[in-house]
């Protein structure tokens, strides 16, 4: 067992079940602090707008740091976060709680993705971020269920102290486990934003926003979507989170077998996929047993697409491995924010619940046309390297 991947997958378990927590205590939170649906949903997007502020910030100040030493760092930022949000007095208190949680978000899974990379063959990169972000899905298949599953129990604030625990936990693995002599970032930080400047970089970032901001559209709302949809219970909620956890998990996974494999292609078919899926489950929502199933496909599909997109912009950005990481945690958060607003919307237009799946589905399909762009530069590029 790779006790360093295990740290690092520790501590993503945490950062996602507080990340993803919050959707299935939106009803508890909003009814608390008398505050509507889109209201309550922009606590998703405050979170993903700190992730994305904070990304640049952090690379900065952590730039010149040796690696354990900023993943600690900013595990502990995460455990100060959650106690904040565990004793919030009022919604613009747990606003800004959730925004100082979220930004040790972006910096340390850069940080970290590079590391897991580093400490495999070349060939198994992928594989390696992919085992990192399972800590990602395992947090969807058991924290964020549990957690909301806590919180209609014992009220949405022992959910935040729960996880306060998880952090605890994950930077003792991180100090005991991570390497002392991982390196601090070579080279100039001002000659890494240069180089993320690139088009192929900027595409690759956009693709990463466009997958968050197809899910999220959908999954920000999804307690309500069930609840008033499909009819179910609160518990029935947490098992079908449960469900679509499992889901993420196989994604996970199966997305960095196929990032290894054969990576534009990869994502070209998992995003049509997601159009595919989504678009059913426009309709499959408003029956229980169809509704369990899609939820469990679309998991799959959904989170397929995480480490492929994380290795397409470590491959497109040579010389700036550390920051494009970490900007690209940014980018999936950005589409958390944008997916969240844009729901939001359309609840605020008084259109169907089901219609936020229209709305995922459209905008993974703009995607697609993003990679197959990307990759036709490709092409292009590839005789001239040649010749080079």
Not at 98 to 104: G, K, N
Request: with cysteine; charged share 10%.
């Amino acid at each position: 067992m790779n006790l360093p991947l295990l740290a690092l997958a520790a501590a993503a378990f945490g950062i996602g079940t507080t990340e993803f927590v919050i959707m299935g205590l939106l009803p508890d939170v909003g009814h608390d602090f008398g505050v509507s649906a889109p209201v309550a949903g922009m606590l998703v997007s405050g979170y993903a707008f700190g992730v994305t502020i904070g990304a640049p910030i952090l690379a900065i100040l952590t730039a010149s740091w040796h690696r354990k030493r900023a993943l600690v760092a900013l595990m502990g930022l995460f455990i100060v976060g959650n106690a904040l949000c565990a004793v919030s007095p009022n919604y613009e208190f747990l606003m800004v709680a959730r925004v100082v949680t979220a930004f040790c978000h972006a910096a340390f899974f850069g940080i970290g993705a590079v590391v897991a990379a580093g400490l495999v063959p070349h060939e198994k990169r992928a594989q390696a971020v992919s085992l990192v972000f399972t800590g990602l899905t395992v947090a969807n298949i058991l924290g964020v269920p549990l957690g909301t599953a806590l919180g209609h129990a014992a009220g949405w604030r022992s959910t935040f102290w729960a996880v306060t625990g998880i952090g605890l936990v994950a930077i003792t693995a991180l100090w005991r486990w991570l390497p002392s002599a991982l390196p601090a970032q070579q080279g100039s930080i001002l000659r890494e934003f240069r180089a993320i400047a690139r088009f192929q970089v900027q595409c690759a970032l956009l693709i990463s926003t466009l997958a968050s901001v197809s899910m999220f559209s959908v999954l920000t709302y999804i307690a309500y979507l069930l609840r008033d949809v499909t009819g179910f219970s609160p518990d029935q909620i947490s098992w079908a989170l449960m469900l679509f956890g499992g889901g993420i998990t196989v994604g996970g996974l199966l997305g960095g077998r196929l990032a290894d494999w054969r990576l534009m292609p990869a994502m070209a078919g998992l995003f049509a996929c997601i159009a595919l899926v989504q678009l059913t489950f426009s309709w499959t929502a408003q029956f229980a047993l169809p509704a369990m199933v899609t939820l469990f496909v679309w998991g799959i599909v959904s989170f397929a697409i995480g480490p492929a997109a994380q290795v397409r912009v470590l491959d497109t950005a040579t010389g700036a491995p550390n920051l494009a990481s970490t900007l690209n945690q940014g980018a999936f958060n950005l589409g958390n924010a944008g997916g969240a607003w844009l729901g939001g919307l359309l609840i605020a237009a008084d259109r169907p619940l089901t219609d936020l799946c229209w709305l995922g589905a459209g905008v993974a399909v703009l995607a697609l046309g993003v990679v197959l762009v990307s990759a036709q530069v490709d092409k292009k590029k590839a005789p001239q390297l040649a010749r080079a």
